[in-house]
């Protein structure tokens, strides 16, 4: 399955580190690419960091507005899944979720419009109890996954962890 995540609603210094953790969370359970707007783009390098150390190629872009996006994604097949308290029960729809080929995934921020909800294909609450945009994201992306996402190894990577019980265990690539 491919999966995007557009993560809208942003307040500018004030989410920052909510939006890196979105995308970190996006990149390390398997999503392809992360839309974003109004954010410091600092936010770009810290990802590419990650992925020039952690190995893959997760993208990151910058849009102007969410609804060009996800009216584009629609037409390239995406189903849009929307993010919210107010939504169906995940335990209800994981299954017809799975079932698809290309997903945008919507997080908010702040208050979300009204228009998204119409928008959307599949309105999911991760329990109906406000909590987290990180959280509810790595939640529905495990569901929908079963854990696949955690078996990927990037030969790219510089740094690769050997799991182990006790302390920490870390293969360096040498370049020549
Ligand atoms: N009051 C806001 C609204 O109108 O949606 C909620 C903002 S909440 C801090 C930020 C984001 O976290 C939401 O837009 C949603 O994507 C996600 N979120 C929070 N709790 C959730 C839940 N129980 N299920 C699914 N997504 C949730």
């Given at each position: 399955m491919k999966i995007e995540v557009l993560r809208i609603g942003q307040r500018v210094v004030r989410d920052d580190r909510v939006t890196t953790h979105v995308a970190l969370v996006s990149r390390a359970f398997g999503v392809s690419k992360i839309l974003l707007n109004?954010?410091?783009?600092?936010i770009k390098k810290t990802i590419f960091q990650v992925n020039k150390n952690w190995?893959?190629?997760?993208n990151v872009e910058f849009i102007d507005g969410w609804k060009n996006i996800l009216k584009s994604k629609k037409d390239e097949s995406f189903k849009i899944v929307h993010l919210t308290?107010?939504?169906?029960?995940i335990n209800a729809i994981a299954e017809r979720i799975e079932q698809e080929k290309k997903i945008l995934i919507v997080v908010g921020a702040e208050k979300v419009p009204r228009e998204i909800y119409d928008f959307a294909d599949y309105n999911v609450a991760i329990g109906n109890q406000p909590h987290s945009e990180i959280s509810a994201l790595a939640v529905l992306l495990d569901r929908i996954q079963h854990g696949k996402q955690f078996q990927v190894r990037y030969d790219s990577a510089l740094r690769r962890i050997i799991p182990t019980n006790k302390g920490k265990k870390v293969v360096r690539k040498t370049i020549e």
């Open positions: 109004e954010v410091n783009p600092d190995g893959g190629n997760f308290m107010y939504g169906e029960n």
